[in-house]
């Protein structure tokens, strides 16, 4: 009975991971493009810790702006040189664009920060 028992844990455990190497593969993420606004050597990166997400100008996505992906050691420059912009008008409604949204990271692709969405897709 214990040997039955272990068998089927066992083809249970390999027939799991064949499942979830096969989903993994379809795990994609979606880069969302840079602001143009932005110098390129803000956005240089050497891992995922060196970027982080925030506005891409004045207004936060709170304020239906946009975000963006940086280098964390330029985001006070960046913040800086935004909020010296002529246009502050702002809307106060949240902003329905995709990097607002919180499944969007920042992360190191190509030695580029960039934002990123997680989501699975089947046909490409």
């Known amino acids: 009975m214990k040997q039955k028992y272990i068998l089927f844990l066992l083809?249970?455990?390999?027939?799991?991971?064949?499942?979830?190497?096969?989903?993994?593969?379809?795990?994609?993420?979606k880069v969302l493009p840079v602001s143009s606004s932005m110098d390129a050597s803000y956005l240089?990166?050497?891992?995922?810790s060196d970027c982080e997400k925030t506005k891409d100008s004045y207004c936060s996505c709170s304020e239906s702006g946009k975000a963006t992906a940086i280098n964390r050691k330029h985001t006070n420059k960046w913040l800086e040189t935004i909020n010296k912009s002529d246009s502050h008008f702002c809307l106060l409604l949240p902003s329905i664009n995709e990097d607002c949204k919180q499944e969007a990271i920042a992360k190191c692709v190509n030695s580029q920060c960039r934002l990123v969405i997680k989501r699975f897709s089947f046909l490409n």
């Open 11 to 29: 083809l249970f455990l390999i027939i799991s991971a064949v499942l979830i190497s096969f989903f993994y593969k379809f795990l994609k993420y």
């Open 44 to 48: 240089f990166c050497e891992s995922d």
